[in-house]
T-cell receptor, first 115, second 113 residues
Framework: GAGVSQSPSNKVTEKGKDVELRCDPI?????LYWYRQSLGQGLEFLIY????????KSGLPSDRFSAERTGGSVSTLTIQRTQQEDSAVYLC?????????????FGPGTRLTVL | AQSVSQHNHHVILSEAASLELGCNYS??????LFWYVQYPGQHLQLLLK??????LVKGIKGFEAEFIKSKFSFNLRKPSVQWSDTAEYFC???????????FGGGTRLMVKP
């Protein structure tokens, strides 16, 4: 079946520009997560959406980062006024929120390069 | 805040050697534990997970891990590695206060044919 998809796969942008990264979770998965994978920082949690509940934004590194999830499905991560330290691979994951089987399925990521 | 430590950053082994990758976490409450693998150019994939019950967990491709609560550890093992096991391995912890995963820094494994 279809897994988590992300677009674009690669994004190169200039410092100061805004970028939008998209995630399509697995159909029927109510939970969606964004992580960032960067050299020196490893894999870091950014934000978590569960159904219609308010998102857990505790991992967002600054107010330049925001995310939304429309209709409980597709999510967009927006980074405003990008900085070079934002360069990383941004990973999206989704899961069924069932306490007995909460495996997170990861997408291929978007590699962001800020020049 | 919880943290996860993977002590080996790079491991090089010959085929048929045994593997053990260390993972320790800091959270004192109930946790779920995971090992993910990322093969070159591929997504993160789940190798195995521990939620409750038998602390020795079997995963895919001959991997297993043992949860030792007293040591806050969840080490990954494989008795005989293959060249195709070359990948980066990540230990992750989820506590019952939230659904996000906290990852270790990863271990790059290279298996020489």
């Amino acid at each position: 079946g279809a897994g988590v998809s992300q677009s674009p796969s690669n994004k190169v942008t200039e410092k100061g520009k805004d970028v939008e990264l998209r995630c399509d979770p697995i159909s029927g998965h109510t939970a969606l997560y964004w992580y960032r994978q960067s050299l020196g920082q490893g894999l870091e949690f950014l934000i978590y959406f569960q159904g219609n509940s308010a998102p857990d934004k505790s991992g967002l590194p600054s107010d330049r980062f925001s995310a939304e999830r429309t209709g409980g499905s597709v999510s967009t991560l927006t980074i405003q006024r990008t900085q070079q330290e934002d360069s990383a691979v941004y990973l999206c994951a989704s899961s069924l929120v069932d306490t007995s089987n909460n495996e997170q399925f990861f997408g291929p990521g978007t590699r962001l390069t800020v020049l | 805040a919880q943290s996860v430590s993977q002590h080996n950053h790079h491991v090089i082994l010959s085929e048929a050697a045994s593997l053990e990758l260390g993972c320790n976490y800091s959270y004192g409450g109930t946790v779920n534990l995971f090992w993910y693998v990322q093969y070159p150019g591929q997504h993160l994939q789940l190798l195995l997970k521990y939620f409750s019950g038998d602390p020795l967990v079997k995963g895919i491709k001959g991997f297993e891990a043992e949860f030792i609560k007293s040591k806050f550890s969840f080490n990954l093992r494989k008795p005989s590695v293959q060249w195709s096991d070359t990948a980066e391995y990540f230990c992750a912890v989820r506590n019952n206060a939230g659904n996000m995963l906290t990852f270790g820094g990863g271990t790059r494994l290279m298996v020489k044919p």
